[in-house]
């Protein structure tokens, strides 16, 4: 699977969720591989243009920082109403329309409804347990579901689990690794052409010498 294929497979099950918050009860395979790409493009380009704000005002540290996600969030159109900076600068006093009204919907009830339905948050009527109020994420719940053995072993090495060891390849055939199989096969080449600049005649051997006179 493509790095591409894999991310969106990925988006497409908090994409559900917040379908499924949000009331729709269901909707075509298509119309949700749509929603994804938009999801993956949009998030593309607020990571990008995060960076370019950190690359552009500090580059002796390029790390982003908050306020290149606050500038980001600008320019993706995720802060809105708001005013542009130099209008800000004409009234006298900062905007802070847009970044209310952001964070008035992530602590709102529609931000809070996805959550129950991601299930980071307890339905009505629900047993709480207090030792698993800081649930594990959908991604990490589901590998586990489907690995007995866990994410070391299994997912070890991929994009979906930590980073594994270098170890040689071993190659069936009796080379130990790829180097030594390289080192052979120069060895190979060079046996191969002292061979052929040996100077051995072409001429047939049943031929005598008399008859390749005449």
Same mark, same amino acid.
């Given at each position: 699977? $493509?790095?591409? /294929?894999? @991310? /969106?497979?990925?988006?497409?099950?908090?994409?559900?969720?917040?379908?499924?918050?949000? =009331?729709?009860?269901?909707?075509?395979?298509? %119309?949700?591989?749509?929603?994804? +790409?938009?999801?993956?493009?949009?998030?593309?380009?607020?990571?990008?243009?995060?960076?370019? @704000?950190?690359?552009?005002? @500090?580059?002796e540290? &390029? /790390? !982003? !920082?908050?306020?290149?996600i606050?500038?980001?969030l600008?320019? %993706?159109?995720?802060?809105r &109403?708001?005013?542009?900076?130099?209008?800000?600068?004409?009234?006298?006093?900062?905007d802070?329309?847009g970044?209310?009204?952001?964070?008035?919907?992530?602590? =709102? &009830?529609?931000?809070?409804?996805?959550?129950?339905?991601?299930?980071?948050?307890? $339905?009505?009527?629900?047993?709480?347990d207090?030792?698993?109020?800081? #649930?594990?994420?959908?991604?990490?719940?589901?590998?586990? #579901? @489907?690995? #007995?053995? =866990?994410?070391?072993?299994?997912?070890?090495?991929?994009?979906? =689990? #930590? /980073?594994?060891?270098?170890?040689?390849?071993?190659?069936?055939?009796? %080379? &130990?690794?790829?180097?030594?199989?390289?080192?052979?096969?120069?060895t190979?080449?060079?046996y191969?052409?002292?061979?052929?600049?040996?100077? !051995?005649?072409?001429?047939?051997?049943n031929?005598?010498? +008399?008859?390749?006179?005449?």
């Open positions: 699977m $493509s790095g591409a /294929n894999l @991310h /969106n497979a990925l988006l497409r099950p908090p994409i559900i969720q917040i379908l499924r918050a949000a =009331g729709f009860h269901a909707t075509r395979p298509s %119309v949700l591989d749509t929603l994804a +790409d938009l999801t993956a493009r949009y998030l593309l380009l607020l990571g990008s243009s995060a960076a370019s @704000h950190a690359a552009n005002a @500090h580059p540290d &390029p /790390n !982003v !920082v908050l306020e290149d606050y500038q980001a600008q320019d %993706v159109g995720a802060l &109403p708001q005013l542009r900076e130099w209008e800000e600068d004409f009234a006298g006093e900062e802070l329309r970044l209310e009204s952001f964070l008035g919907w992530f602590t =709102g &009830p529609a931000n809070r409804e996805i959550r129950r339905i991601a299930g980071f948050l307890p $339905s009505e009527g629900d047993m709480i207090p030792d698993a109020l800081e #649930k594990e994420d959908y991604l990490t719940s589901l590998k586990k #579901k @489907h690995s #007995k053995t =866990g994410e070391e072993s299994r997912y070890a090495g991929t994009i979906l =689990g #930590k /980073n594994a060891e270098e170890h040689p390849i071993i190659i069936e055939g009796g %080379v &130990p690794s790829i180097r030594e199989w390289g080192q052979q096969v120069r190979r080449e060079r191969s052409a002292e061979s052929d600049s040996s100077g !051995v005649s072409s001429a047939p051997s031929l005598s010498d +008399d008859a390749m006179e005449g």
